[in-house]
């Protein structure tokens, strides 16, 4: 299956490196210079994938507002962003707002990059292809249901919205309650390779859409030192 994949960024070199090297692995490459480009393309049709530069031109968070409007309009749509910024604070930041990934320019090789997206597409394509029967997949633990094929969640028959990343994170912790997950077996879970401070992002945030729907949830509690664990109810 040929994947279509976009790629925004302002520097019209490192661009068309990009676009060779995923043209190359056989993926077919929309190249946008601008986050308003990008914005009126995205409105159109969706692409497979997208990575996102965080700069794009003056527009110093031009990449997030676009990550933001990518997400309205879908909520499982890998993204990455390829950026410069290599702040713990951006990496947050960009991971919070529903990146599966946030790569830095300095460290990520022409040859590294096609590899990391060829594995985000063979575990979508894992997921995807499950055959194993609905009901097999839907975890039921007190308040909370898990629907892994349709991944989907609901909160006291409330439907939360996550993203990728946030579920699969979610799914990890509710499958045995009371059990601690470390930082890195949630990273695992979730098929990402991020920093402490970035899982503990994605847990606040879970929590965060978790209380738009009950204000007294209180099902995720952190563990010092350790990780988190989901709590009967």
């Known amino acids: ?15 068309n490196n990009y676009a060779q090297a995923l043209t190359r692995d056989g993926y077919q490459v929309k190249s946008y210079d601008s986050r308003q480009e990008a ?3 995205f409105a159109r049709s969706l692409p497979d994938l997208a ?10 968070e031009g990449g997030f507002e676009l990550c933001r409007e990518l997400r309205s309009l879908s909520p499982t749509l890998p993204i990455i962003f390829l950026t410069a910024r290599n702040s713990d604070l951006d990496r947050v930041s960009g991971l919070r707002l529903g990146a599966w990934d946030y790569l830095t320019k300095d460290t990520t090789t022409l040859d590294f990059l096609p ?9 979508l394509e894992a997921i995807s292809g499950s055959t194993a029967r609905k009901d097999e997949n839907i975890q039921v633990h007190g308040s909370v249901r898990i629907e892994e094929e349709r ?7 409330k439907e939360v919205s996550l993203t990728l990343t946030e579920f699969w994170i979610l799914s990890a912790l509710v499958r045995r309650p009371g059990h601690v997950k470390s930082h890195e077996q949630l990273m695992a879970a979730a098929n990402v390779v991020v920093t402490n401070n970035a899982i503990a992002a994605h847990v606040r945030r879970i929590r965060e859409k978790f209380r738009e729907t009950d204000s007294d949830f209180d099902a995720i509690r952190a563990e010092y030192g350790m990780g988190y664990r989901w709590l009967e109810n």
């Open 115 to 123: 590899v990391r997206i060829s594995a985000l597409f063979k575990m």
């Open 1 to 15: 299956m040929s994947y279509t994949i976009a790629l925004v960024e302002d520097d019209e070199t490192l661009r």
């Open 39 to 41: 914005s009126d393309a």
């Open 151 to 157: 991944k989907q969640v609901y909160w006291k028959e």
């Open 51 to 60: 990575i996102l530069d965080v700069m794009l031109h003056d527009e110093l």
